[in-house]
């Protein structure tokens, strides 16, 4: 059964820094993953997609990497803001492409 | 567009009380699903539909039932209500062979 652990479960940062969080999974037989944004009260929000054959995908200030065989995906966010403030949850979609598999979230407050 | 819709925002049950939550979505998706996201949890599938006219379980389907009435609804059906059944629920749909799933607001649901 897949697994998805998220670290770490809280991070506070002024604002400005640049941050890494951190998704493991159990299960390299992936589909792809996808990384969301989650706001308190609402629901998710897709931010990025990597495919199981890509490394990485960037979109503005957001980097995802994945390394598939040691079951892992990194999200790099530079030069963070308040408005980046907000729950990120990483999934991972088996090779059927029909199943999510969420992990706990990080809950990331940037403080002005 | 309005996306994906849930009803109703939100919802207090007493133990044994029934209820269904709707779902609807104007992207012209083929497939939806339901989750349940619980504190800490992450997302956790209850069922879903991969097209009009199927529904198979996910990950926790125990007490609970779904509908998929058309190719824009689809619906969850809570028989006999539980506390363990507390959540915040979400709707969600993708296009056929695409890989990005969207999400609605959710539901958030309380059994006393």
New interface residues.
Partial sequence: KQE?T?IP?ALSVPEGENLVLNCSFTDSAI??L?WFRQDP??????LL?I?SSQREQTSGRLNASLDKSSGRSTLYIAASQPGDSATY?C?V?NNA?????????TRLMVKP | NAG?TQTPKFQVLKTGQSMTLQCAQDMNHN?M?W?RQDP??????IY?S?SEGTT?K??VPNGYNVSRLNKREFSLRLESAAPSQTSVY?C?SKIAGG????????TRLTVL
């Fill in positions: 998805v998220q479960a589909y792809n996808q009260g609402k629901g998710l929000t897709s997609l495919q949850l999934a979609i492409g029909n199943m999510l598999t969420f992990g706990g979230g | 994906v497939s699903y989750y800490g949890m992450g997302l956790r599938l879903y991969a198979d996910g990950e979400f969600a890989d990005t799933q969207y999400f609605g607001p959710g």
